[in-house]
């Protein structure tokens, strides 16, 4: 699984597959037009890699040029081919043989003919590495197909998405994560773990609380959380790899989960990188940042009130809660702003009753 831009793909047919398949084109072309030396003619940008590896696969002596076409846009191909770049030869009583990555709709291929139609070739001829049979519009002959493929989007092999993915080896083809997972964001005191007990049955997810997976490792003596100590009995932070690597496993422990709810992690930017690339592996995304939002005040009288019961120490101290709560918001803000600028940020007022608060949540894990 791999990301290019916002979305994700597979590998649908590998390197392998599209080198016998391309030896087989060039040995049948060959065969048919042994006795002279063609000009193949490969369609930019796509078909560089095909055209490369064809003409090597190809076993006789043959020429190659490229024109330039485009069509596509995003997704969606446009349906108006512009010429970018022209043929140059003098293509006169020659068997040009074009070389395309891929026919959709036809569209392309039609403008090809259209180019060659008042040259005076000896034959013109199409060969095609991928062939979309439900897409084709167009009645025009194609000679060689290497490939047939559903109407689905692909990349790879000098195909691209928005420019990307033109140098993968293998062809990939769109995808959509199967897991939702959550960032869930508060405040100390803003009843994150009384929200996250509600939504992780509500929605069959599994919470992966931080705190809890450190004490767990720690307490078992793991090899992580023998690493984690050794940094903590010296008073250091814990390198960011080490948690990542905690999570990753407590992850990996819960494989058959419909996704997870991420409880104080990741904390910083470089934390969020990493859990996208270790998601994006497993085919994966988080799918919403949501943040209890709570003003300080309130957050200040809820937090003295639970140190008069708790006995937590850092619970009574008016001025330490001020702190955590500055370092909080020093510390979310650039994370609600990595969130936010892929469209995943959701503030919830977090002021209210539980069950008002389970609400608005609710609201917005619906939409995930
Ligand atoms: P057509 O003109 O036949 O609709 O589309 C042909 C051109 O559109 C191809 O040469 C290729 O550049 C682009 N194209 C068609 N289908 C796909 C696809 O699934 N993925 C990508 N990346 N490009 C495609
Ligand atoms: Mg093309």
Redesign the pocket.
């Given at each position: 699984m791999i990301k290019l831009h916002d979305k994700y793909f597979e590998s649908y047919i590998s390197a392998n597959k599209l080198n016998t398949t391309i030896a087989k084109m060039a040995q049948l072309v060959y065969k048919e037009c042994a006795d002279e030396i063609p000009l193949f003619v490969g369609?930019l940008n796509?078909s560089f890699m095909f055209a490369a590896d064809f003409v090597r696969a190809y076993p006789g002596q043959c020429e190659i040029s490229f024109v330039k076409l485009a069509?596509?846009q995003g997704t969606e191909?446009a349906g108006k081919?512009k010429k970018l770049v022209g043929l140059s030869e003098d293509v006169t009583n020659r068997t040009v043989i074009i070389l395309?990555?891929?026919?959709?709709?036809?569209?392309?291929?039609e403008e090809i003919y259209t180019i060659f139609r008042h040259k005076k070739l000896k034959q013109l001829k199409i060969a095609t590495l991928l062939y979309?049979p439900d897409v084709y519009k167009k009645g025009l002959h194609i000679d060689y197909i290497g490939l047939h493929v559903p109407d689905?989007?692909?990349?790879g092999y000098g195909?691209?998405?928005n420019g990307l993915g033109r140098n993968l080896s293998d062809i990939f083809t769109l995808t959509k994560p199967t897991m939702t997972n959550i960032v869930l964001f508060g405040p100390p005191g803003a009843g994150k773990g009384t929200q996250a007990d509600v939504l992780k049955d509500k929605y069959a997810l599994k919470h992966i609380s931080t705190g809890d997976v450190f004490r767990y490792n720690i307490k078992n003596e793991t090899p992580l959380g023998n690493l984690a100590k050794s940094y903590m009995d010296k008073g250091d932070l814990v390198p960011d790899e080490v948690t990542i690597n905690m999570l990753k496993q407590e992850v990996e422990r819960h494989k058959d989960a419909n996704g997870f709810i991420f409880d104080g992690f990741p904390r910083t930017e470089d934390q969020a990188k990493a859990l996208d690339t270790f998601l994006a592996e497993k085919g994966a995304t988080i799918n919403g940042m949501v943040a209890l939002e709570v003003p300080e005040d309130l957050l200040v009288e809820r937090l003295l009130k639970r140190g008069e019961t708790s006995g937590r120490p850092d619970d009574q101290d008016e001025s330490k809660i001020r702190n955590r709560f500055n370092e909080y918001q020093n510390k979310t803000a650039i994370l609600k702003d990595y969130y936010a600028q892929q469209g995943k940020y959701y503030g919830i007022d977090g002021v209210g009753s539980i069950e008002e608060i389970t609400e608005r949540l609710t609201k917005v894990f619906d939409k995930l």
């Open positions: 369609i796509g069509s596509y191909s081919v395309e990555d891929i026919i959709d709709t036809g569209t392309t291929l979309k689905k989007f692909v990349v195909l691209d998405y």
